[in-house]
T-cell receptor, first 114, second 114 residues
Framework: ETGVTQSPTHLIKTRGQQVTLRCSSQSGHNTVSWYQQALGQGPQFIFQYYREEENGRGNFPPRFSGLQFPNYSSELNVNALELDDSALYLC?????????????FGAGSRLTVL | AQSVSQHNHHVILSEAASLELGCNYSYGGTVNLFWYVQYPGQHLQLLLKYFSGDPLVKGIKGFEAEFIKSKFSFNLRKPSVQWSDTAEYFCAVNARGGYNKLIFGAGTRLAVHP
């Protein structure tokens, strides 16, 4: 089975720009979650998508948005980038949306905002 | 608010030493508990999980963890560490019955010297 793949692996943007990060979920998984991991911290939950709908959101502003497609892949979009958005963005997929499902993580997309 | 606290940010051990990493969580309801590990250059991966039943759970590579409900703790242990256990370890919790929003601790970076 294929794991979770993310692209791009690294990118550099300037303040005010917009970025789109992409994620392909593991085969057989229908739920995708996104996490932000700042340097020296644990991952922080951004949101979860299930059946193409956002069904849970963490403490992130509306300029963080996402999509899930019929093949369960997903995008994370961040508008009006700020310096503090510099972080590793992790995508995770799971068999279902419930908390008893183990997350499979991708390698992440490292975003640097200058 | 839900939170996870990991007591040690950096731990240095010699091979064959015993390991215990502390994890305490704050949450008013019933939880699922996880330990994830990130080896150098690799994805976050599940080490072990507790949903219900026997509070002593065993994971991969000889790791185990004990859930003590009265102390809101889920400490990770290994009797004898190896150089290959060098990694960052994250404790995480989510609400049982809820959607899959994991709350992570800040992580503990373990270095094992030969």
């Amino acid at each position: 089975e294929t794991g979770v793949t993310q692209s791009p692996t690294h990118l550099i943007k300037t303040r005010g720009q917009q970025v789109t990060l992409r994620c392909s979920s593991q085969s057989g998984h229908n739920t995708v979650s996104w996490y932000q991991q700042a340097l020296g911290q644990g991952p922080q939950f951004i949101f979860q998508y299930y059946r193409e709908e956002e069904n849970g959101r963490g403490n992130f502003p509306p300029r963080f948005s996402g999509l899930q497609f019929p093949n369960y892949s997903s995008e994370l979009n961040v508008n009006a980038l700020e310096l503090d958005d510099s972080a590793l963005y992790l995508c995770a997929s799971s068999f279902d949306q419930a908390g008893a499902n183990v997350l499979t993580f991708g390698a992440g997309s490292r975003l640097t905002v200058l | 608010a839900q939170s996870v606290s990991q007591h040690n940010h950096h731990v240095i051990l010699s091979e064959a030493a015993s390991l215990e990493l502390g994890c305490n969580y704050s949450y008013g309801g019933t939880v699922n508990l996880f330990w994830y590990v990130q080896y150098p250059g690799q994805h976050l991966q599940l080490l072990l999980k507790y949903f219900s039943g026997d509070p002593l759970v065993k994971g991969i590579k000889g790791f185990e963890a004990e859930f003590i409900k009265s102390k809101f703790s889920f400490n990770l242990r290994k009797p004898s560490v190896q150089w290959s256990d060098t990694a960052e370890y994250f404790c995480a919790v989510n609400a049982r019955g809820g959607y899959n929003k994991l709350i992570f601790g800040a992580g503990t970076r373990l270095a094992v010297h030969p």
